[in-house]
């Protein structure tokens, strides 16, 4: 079994590129750390285009989403690791 099994529904054709699946990164964070995440994913060196929505379920939780390749999940979650987020910060969801 794959361990894009869980992330990439069977009935659905993934969208594969040199660095595997495109997967979307989510990324859930207090409004007060939205520039500590913005930082550190602006470190990595591959192209990202965050969507930024604020006060989820009408608290202070901020959702960042990005769309990327399954290669590039690891160094995402050291970079974010390394700015002081919980390991484990980021979950992956379908493209």
Do not use: K
Not at 63 to 87: K, N, R
């Amino acid at each position: 079994m794959s361990v894009w099994s869980d992330v990439v529904p069977s009935h659905t054709s993934p969208l594969l590129g040199p660095d595997g699946v495109l997967v979307v990164v989510r990324i859930r964070c207090e409004a007060n750390r939205l520039e500590d995440l913005l930082e550190a994913l602006a470190e990595l060196p591959h192209p990202l285009n965050p969507q930024i929505r604020h006060h989820q379920g009408g608290g202070p939780e901020t959702i960042v989403e990005v769309p990327a390749y399954g290669a590039w999940i690891e160094e995402m979650s050291a970079a974010l690791t390394g700015a002081g987020f919980p390991t484990g910060a980021l979950e992956v969801v379908p493209a």
